[in-house]
């Protein structure tokens, strides 16, 4: 274990010596954007140093900025080597572009968003979806990898990123389902000799590269697209849940994080999402309406109350030791049957949940992989809100399956369905590669692969028809895809408290 003075130490090192290389520390990088309620958007941006009051120039006009919208919330924490910035812009219209820029209003091309549909707008549109994402390159996915790694690029082959830079023009946003960056394999890449062996304490700026590394790469997109992120086990801590040195026999821990580097606290600072504008906490769980569709993250890694130790927590499966957040027992679930109860299915009559970990998928069921928990605290909720479809990710793999309950498939299958569809789809690529699923596939499984990255693409028709396409990144082509054909009630609100009869007989694990 490093010692606690050592460990702070090495943290404020980072930070100056960043410092001392750049210059010009107010230069904004990384940035991003998020859904704000219905009117307002949060950007976010990163510097190398604070600012006193962050200030977002905007209006309908590139080149008439004229609105600005300030904070004062600059916020960095150990071992980060830049601060995170971040400004609410508030009284937007709707369905409307606007233009933006981060420093004096003409010394910078603008980027631009657009502000969501109302709900209850039937306008057709398009989401992008990706799960378990990391950082493309030297330092991430490239065309080779360490000992023991496994489904390296081909040479010259796209990748997700750029994948969803080819397809930015025709979806509204992205959403992104935990697992991010995979800064935590950076033990595990050196170890596997991919990467330079550094020290423990130097490992830490190996962490903080990766992930700057990761929003850099990303910020052509999510400077100009919403980017809607839910937790996975690669934000909690340094060290993926404990990492096996097997040549040198040696088994590496949480202890080895520095501060900054554990309980989830890079993603806690790093993002904004809209908790506060629909009642849940932080970044863990939230909800947010986009014309015919409301949209669900929560979490599965932390926070599953009802008595159980989720997957992230001490004691967890995961070996993670972060969280729990909440306050109040069963606080997100009592959450989401709440926000599921309100939601005007006249004006949103898609729901769509997210969280990271399946719940049906074929494979073999190490550490959690499948989220029994999960499936026991949310599933009930699901049915009786007749949610639509269940995104998840956490297998490096996709698999699209039967609409599920209790383990059970839909007999209607995509025809009007009362159970709710399950897509796992965590092939997004990083630097370990794809997992295997488990042959024979299980039989509620209707589409399977293993051997290709690529994405979802939701495609909102009208109120009644919904298309996930599997985008294969290396070459922009489907390789699968399914049509959800729904008769939505055309009033009330949620459709809860029994609206569909549950299986007869024990409906728990």
Known sequence: ????????????????????????????????????????MMVSWNTYEHIQNPTVFYGKEPDCLTESARSNVSVTYETSTTYNNHVRINGLRPNTQYFYSLESVNTTKPYSFSTPRI???????????????????????????????????????????????????????????????????WLKEEIQGFLPNTTLEEGAAVYERILNEFYDQMAPITSNKPYMVGPGNHEANCDNGGTTDHVHNISYTVDICMPGQTNFTGYRNHFRM??????????????????????????TE?????????????????SEDSGPFATLMNQQTNWLAADLAAVDRKKTPWIIVAGHRPCYISYANKSSAICWECKDVFEPIFLDYSVDLVLSGHIHAYERNAPMFNNTADPKELNNPIYPWYITNGAAGHYDGLDALTRPFQNYSRYAQDSAYGWSRLTFHNTTHLTQDFIVSANNSVLDSATLYKQHATSGHGYGNGHHARPSGHWWR
Do not use: C
């Open 302 to 318: 932390t926070d599953l109350g009802h008595g159980f130790v989720a997957p992230d927590e001490p004691g967890g499966s995961e």
């Open 1 to 40: 274990m490093i010692p606690l003075s050592n460990k702070i130490a090495v943290a404020l090192s980072l930070l100056s010596t960043v410092l001392a290389t750049n210059t010009n520390g107010t230069t904004p990088m990384q940035v991003r954007l998020s859904y704000a309620g219905p009117n307002g």
């Open 119 to 185: 709900a209850g707008d039937k306008t057709p549109f398009v989401a992008a979806v990706v799960v378990d994402l990391g950082t493309m390159g030297r330092d991430g996915l490239t065309d080779f990898v360490g000992t023991g790694a496994a489904n390296p690029l081909l040479p010259g082959e796209r990748n997700t990123i750029q994948s969803l830079q080819d397809f930015q023009s025709e979806y509204e946003f992205l959403m992104h389902d935990g697992d991010i960056a995979y800064a935590d394999y």
């Open 274 to 299: 809209p908790s506060a504008e629909s009642s849940g906490l932080e970044n863990f769980w939230y909800s947010y309406d986009y014309g015919m569709a409301h949209f669900v993250q929560l979490d």
